[in-house]
Structure formats: structure tokens, C-alpha cells
């Protein structure tokens, strides 16, 4: 009887467990495993999304400030006459050739706006900056050609603005904005020539005049956009100008004169920094 009672025990251990109860168990198990696979993803560190890129494209307008330098070749021509006798006017010509640097500051303004594809960005911008220019030729240590009679030739060019209107293009990377422009460069040029000699009558001369010159651009900069509305900027521009001339004459107390004429041309180079506020 005792070995009967064990065998039944022992097949009733081995006895197939009740679906129900599976269930119930697999349901809980599954659970267990949501739960902490929940737990572990919620540790993960999420990646941050990132911001779009600035967008160069609308309309600005800003102050500028930096220096410029300019570049004129002056040259002079004398006719013969009743002054200047003989190779005394060729004398004098020669002297009245030269060139002359002048440097200094240049602010202003400017506005434009900028369209954008991609990072390719491209516009039009316009500015005028206050610019005071004064190149000066002065030769006064030379004679005549008997090598006694003392003479001067003295040439001035001056400015006071320098404008431009240019297109612009170049590659944006976020806040940064890398362009090349170039366009037309306008300003207004006032010439003077005089001369003077020891002669016996003494000759004077001059001779003036003023013109607006159109004149061509080229440069590179580069902007920096620190916020959404303001960004900063460092531009280069080389501007080139036709000539302007005037018409004089030399003339003594006894009647003697010489046909007097002189001119100049203009290059410019300016270096700014300037902030633009961006509608």
C-alpha cells in the first residue's frame, strides 16, 4: 500500500500543469520584462535636437567705420607761348608728373537684402560712407632751363564721400557668410593746379575743376550672424576711377602766357567693420 501511495504521488508531480495557470504566469512574466525594458530605455541619455541652420535671406541696414587709402597719378602739359619760352614748357611738365598716397578714416552706412538657396546666398547691397581725400603733388625744387629761374607745380585731388551699389554672393555655413561683390563706385573729385616761377616778370597759374566720377568696385568680406536680428561684418573694397582734368593758364604782368592744363586719377582701398540689424 505505502509503494502505491508513492507511485500515485509521483505521477501526480509529473501531471501537465493547467492551461489557465500558464497563462496567467506568461502574462506575468511578459509584464516583468515590459516594466524593466521601460526602466532601462527611460535611462538612456536622448540625443538633442539640433537647431536649423541661421537663414541669411531678408533685408538689413547697418553702420560701417575703418580706414581708407588713396592712390592718384597726376600729370601735367604746357603749351608753348610768350611766358614759358623755348624747353622751358617741356621743363615744366616733366615736374608736374607724379604720384602721391594719402590714408584716412571712412564711416557711413549701408542696407541691401539677401536671398538664400541652400547655402548659397546672394543679394544686393548699396552704401555711402563720409571720406575726406586728399592727395597732393608738390614739387617746388626745380629751375628753368637757363638752371637759375626757381619754379613749383603743385596738384591736389580731394573727395568727400566714396558710394557704392553692389550685387553679392557667397557660401553660408550657419552663422557664418563668406562672400566676394563687386558693382559701381561713385564720389566727387576736386582738382587744383597752380604754378609758380621766379621770372622776371613772375608767372602764376592754376587751374581747378570738380566732377562726379563713376568708377568700378571690386572686394570680400565676411559676416558673422551672433544673433538672429544683429551680425557683425569685415569687408574689403578696391575702387578704381577714371581721371578728371582742368584747363588754365600761366600768365606774367607784360602779357606773356602759356596754355596751362593738369589731371588726376583715382584708386581707392578701404578695410571696414560694421553691424547690420536684419529685418
Same mark, same amino acid.
Given at each position: 500500500?505505502?509503494? *502505491?501511495?508513492?507511485? +500515485?504521488?509521483r505521477?501526480? *508531480? ?7 495557470? !500558464? *497563462?496567467?504566469?506568461?502574462?506575468a ?7 524593466t ?27 560701417n567705420?575703418?580706414g581708407?587709402?588713396?592712390?592718384? &597719378? ?8 610768350? *611766358?614759358? !619760352? ?14 602721391r598716397?594719402?590714408?584716412?578714416? !571712412? ?19 548699396? &552704401?555711402f560712407? %563720409? ?23 603743385t ?6 564721400f ?6 553679392r +554672393?557667397?557660401?553660408?555655413? &550657419? ?10 563706385? =561713385?564720389?566727387?573729385?576736386? %582738382?587744383?593746379?597752380? %604754378?609758380?616761377d ?19 568696385? !571690386?572686394?570680400?568680406?565676411?559676416? %558673422? ?18 581721371? +578728371? ?22 584708386? +581707392? ?9 536684419? =529685418?
Open positions: 500500500m505505502i509503494k *502505491h501511495a508513492a507511485g +500515485i504521488a505521477h501526480a *508531480h509529473l501531471r501537465p500543469m493547467p492551461k489557465r495557470r !500558464l *497563462h496567467r504566469i506568461a502574462g512574466a511578459f509584464a516583468t520584462s515590459f516594466a525594458g521601460s526602466a532601462l530605455a527611460a535611462d538612456l541619455p536622448v540625443k538633442a535636437s539640433q537647431p536649423p541652420a541661421y537663414q541669411w535671406a531678408g533685408c538689413y541696414i547697418g553702420l567705420a575703418g581708407a587709402a588713396s592712390l592718384t &597719378d597726376f600729370s601735367t602739359s604746357v603749351s608753348p607761348g610768350t *611766358h614759358l !619760352l623755348g624747353g622751358d614748357p617741356a621743363v615744366v611738365a616733366g615736374a608736374g608728373d607724379g604720384s598716397n594719402f590714408s584716412t578714416f !571712412l564711416g557711413g552706412g549701408q542696407a541691401g537684402c539677401n536671398l538664400q538657396s541652400g547655402t548659397l546666398v546672394y543679394g544686393l547691397e548699396g &552704401d560712407d %563720409y571720406f575726406r581725400a586728399k592727395s597732393e603733388f608738390d614739387n617746388n625744387t626745380n629751375t628753368l632751363s637757363n638752371g637759375v629761374t626757381p619754379f613749383a607745380v596738384q591736389s585731388l580731394t573727395t568727400d566714396l558710394a557704392t551699389i553692389r550685387p +554672393i557667397g557660401i553660408a555655413a &550657419d552663422r557664418n557668410f563668406g562672400y566676394i561683390t563687386g558693382g559701381a563706385a =561713385f564720389t566727387q573729385a576736386n %582738382y587744383t593746379q597752380s %604754378y609758380l621766379g621770372a622776371t616778370p613772375p608767372g602764376t597759374g592754376i587751374a581747378t575743376g570738380s566732377k562726379f566720377l563713376v568708377g568700378w568696385t !571690386l572686394g570680400a568680406g565676411w559676416e %558673422y550672424a551672433w544673433s538672429d536680428n544683429w551680425n557683425f561684418r569685415v569687408e574689403y573694397l578696391f575702387a578704381k576711377f577714371g581721371g +578728371i582734368s582742368a584747363a588754365g593758364t600761366i600768365a606774367d604782368a607784360a602779357g606773356g602766357t602759356n596754355a596751362l592744363q593738369g589731371s588726376g586719377d583715382l584708386i +581707392i582701398q578701404t578695410l571696414r567693420a560694421g553691424v547690420n540689424f536684419k =529685418f
